[in-house]
């Protein structure tokens, strides 16, 4: 336990954990607060994660993914009691700060953090980027190779080069129908 830490007023604060293991800290805080009674010190536990869209053998998924691998966001009163609650939380390594003082992180950061968590609509997650070749794997021209001349990830589309008659075409497919090389 430290020695005396000034009580720091409500502010989020990030904890970092053993990566992997945010989703059980977040779990374990929250079952703690509640069987230790901290509820009035300790509000809110956060894993912040954005939906995106990332295609795995040949098909969409959908999938969460962590914007700050290895933290947990707690919104809390800083104490010698709450404080203690939270660092001796099974996988948490520490809070973020100096020594035994967590650093508050500021209201507009968790805003935006916030903000991002909510979107409704994922984004695309490929392996691709400006210049690669890729391979068609289905329509008209299949099997032809090309390179990735521009990616819109809002509507999972790219645009590659082909070569067609000694000249290079565009073609704006799928993210499903190339793939990488």
């Given at each position: ?23 059980a ?68 390594t ?8 967590p ?29 690669d ?29 082909i ?19």
């Amino acid at each position: 336990m430290p020695k005396q830490v000034l009580s720091l007023g409500r502010n989020w604060y990030a904890v970092h954990t053993y990566s992997g293991y945010e989703d059980a800290v977040l779990r374990n805080l929250k079952t703690r607060i509640k069987t230790l009674n901290m509820e009035n010190k300790i509000f809110n536990v956060i894993v912040p994660k954005i939906k995106k869209i990332k295609v795995v053998g040949n098909k969409r998924k959908v999938i969460e993914e962590k914007l700050y691998p290895g933290y947990v966001f707690v919104d809390m009163v800083v104490d010698d009691e709450s404080w203690y609650v939270v660092r001796n939380t099974q996988r948490v390594t520490g809070f973020v700060g100096a020594g035994s003082t967590p650093l508050a992180i500021p209201k507009e950061q968790v805003d935006v953090i916030k903000n991002l968590m909510e979107t409704k609509d994922p984004s695309y997650k490929v392996d691709l980027a400006i210049g690669d070749t890729v391979k068609i794997l289905e329509g008209p021209f299949k099997d032809y190779e090309g390179k990735v001349e521009n990616i819109d990830y809002n509507k999972g589309k790219v645009k590659i080069l082909i070569n067609l008659f000694g000249r290079e075409t565009p073609l704006e497919l799928d993210f499903l129908q190339v793939k990488k090389l």
